[in-house]
């Protein structure tokens, strides 16, 4: 399997992205030259060979681009969604949150009918590898407080000031 790779600017820093021999999104990150290292390192230990593409990720990058500039609030693009069924579900259900708009981790625990499954929607918005494009940044504590985010909770309020102002 060949994961083309590409990385992009944007307000906070560098992202990374990756993609299947498909253009499915399998990867989008916020990075460190570290963290960037750790995410090719585990694309790798699951079996995938890297090769860096600029064509190959072109769509992807160009809507992410278009999002941060505010040009774009919905993302088209395939996504290869690696997960448990029950992780496919609460990202399936994260990309149903509307742009500018949040939802509590018991708001999406009840909406796939699991109500006490709270920590297990919180653990699985964590485990999203498709940052932004699978919305958990809209995602957010039962009294509106910005819980965990993978990339920091200064860009997840970063991405929600920008949503509302959209």
């Not at 230990?45 to 064509?55: F, H, R, T």
């Not at 981790?105 to 964590?126: F, H, K, N």
Request: charged share 25%.
């Amino acid at each position: 399997m060949i994961a083309y790779t590409g990385s992009l600017d944007s307000p906070f820093g560098p992202m990374v992205c990756a993609v299947d021999h498909q253009g499915a999104v399998i990867v989008v990150e916020f990075t460190t030259e570290q963290s960037r290292e750790e995410i090719l390192a585990t694309l790798e230990e699951e079996g995938y060979e890297l090769e860096e593409s600029e064509e190959r990720t072109a769509d992807v990058r160009r809507q992410l681009r278009d999002y941060l500039s505010g040009e774009r609030r919905d993302f088209h693009l395939p996504l290869a969604m690696r997960g448990t069924p029950f992780q496919r579900e609460v990202w399936q259900m994260l990309r149903s949150i509307p742009f500018g708009e949040t939802r509590t981790y018991r708001q999406i625990s009840e909406s796939i009918s699991r109500p006490r499954a709270t920590r297990a929607v919180g653990a699985a918005s964590g485990a999203n590898r498709i940052a932004v494009v699978i919305p958990c940044h809209r995602v957010v504590g039962t009294d509106g407080s910005l819980t965990g985010y993978a990339g920091g909770i200064e860009i997840k309020r970063w991405l929600l000031r920008h949503e509302k102002t959209q």
